[in-house]
Nanobody
Framework: QVQLVESGGGLVQPGGSLRLSCAAS????????MGWFRQAPGKDREFVAVISASGGSTFYADSVKGRFTISRVNAKNTGYLQMNSLKPEDTAVYYC???????????????WGQGTQVTVSA
């Protein structure tokens, strides 16, 4: 069992930045790939980014490539999503998730956090 808790969401103006954190407890975090997903009102949950268990591989959705950076510090059992140049369309609830392998599909993740709201508005 892996427990995940997100933090760092909030209200930010367009063009601003936020850093989300995902604190893990339970089974060894370093054994799991970590992904970030988001869900806007009335829309399906969508993939944002994923990082391998070692941190050596990352992959991003086209909509966030070049603006978001996923990272992790296994010694701290924590993952991060640095979000820069935020746009109103980035507004959503952001979820971190853990999986036994790198995946862009939400069905591939067995552990999820409760989500943190990110609102981008002037």
């Amino acid at each position: 069992q892996v427990q995940l808790v997100e933090s760092g969401g909030g209200l930010v103006q367009p063009g601003g930045s936020l850093r989300l954190s995902c604190a893990a407890s339970g089974r060894t975090f370093r054994n799991y790939a970590m992904g970030w997903f988001r869900q806007a009102p009335g829309k399906d949950r969508e993939f944002v980014a994923v990082i391998s268990a070692s941190g050596g591989s990352t992959f991003y959705a086209d909509s966030v490539k070049g603006r978001f950076t996923i990272s992790r510090v296994n010694a701290k059992n924590t993952g991060y999503l640095q979000m820069n140049s935020l746009k109103p369309e980035d507004t959503a609830v952001y979820y971190c998730a853990a999986s036994g392998s790198v995946s862009v599909w939400s069905a591939g993740y067995g552990y999820w956090g409760q989500g943190t709201q990110v609102t981008v508005s002037a």
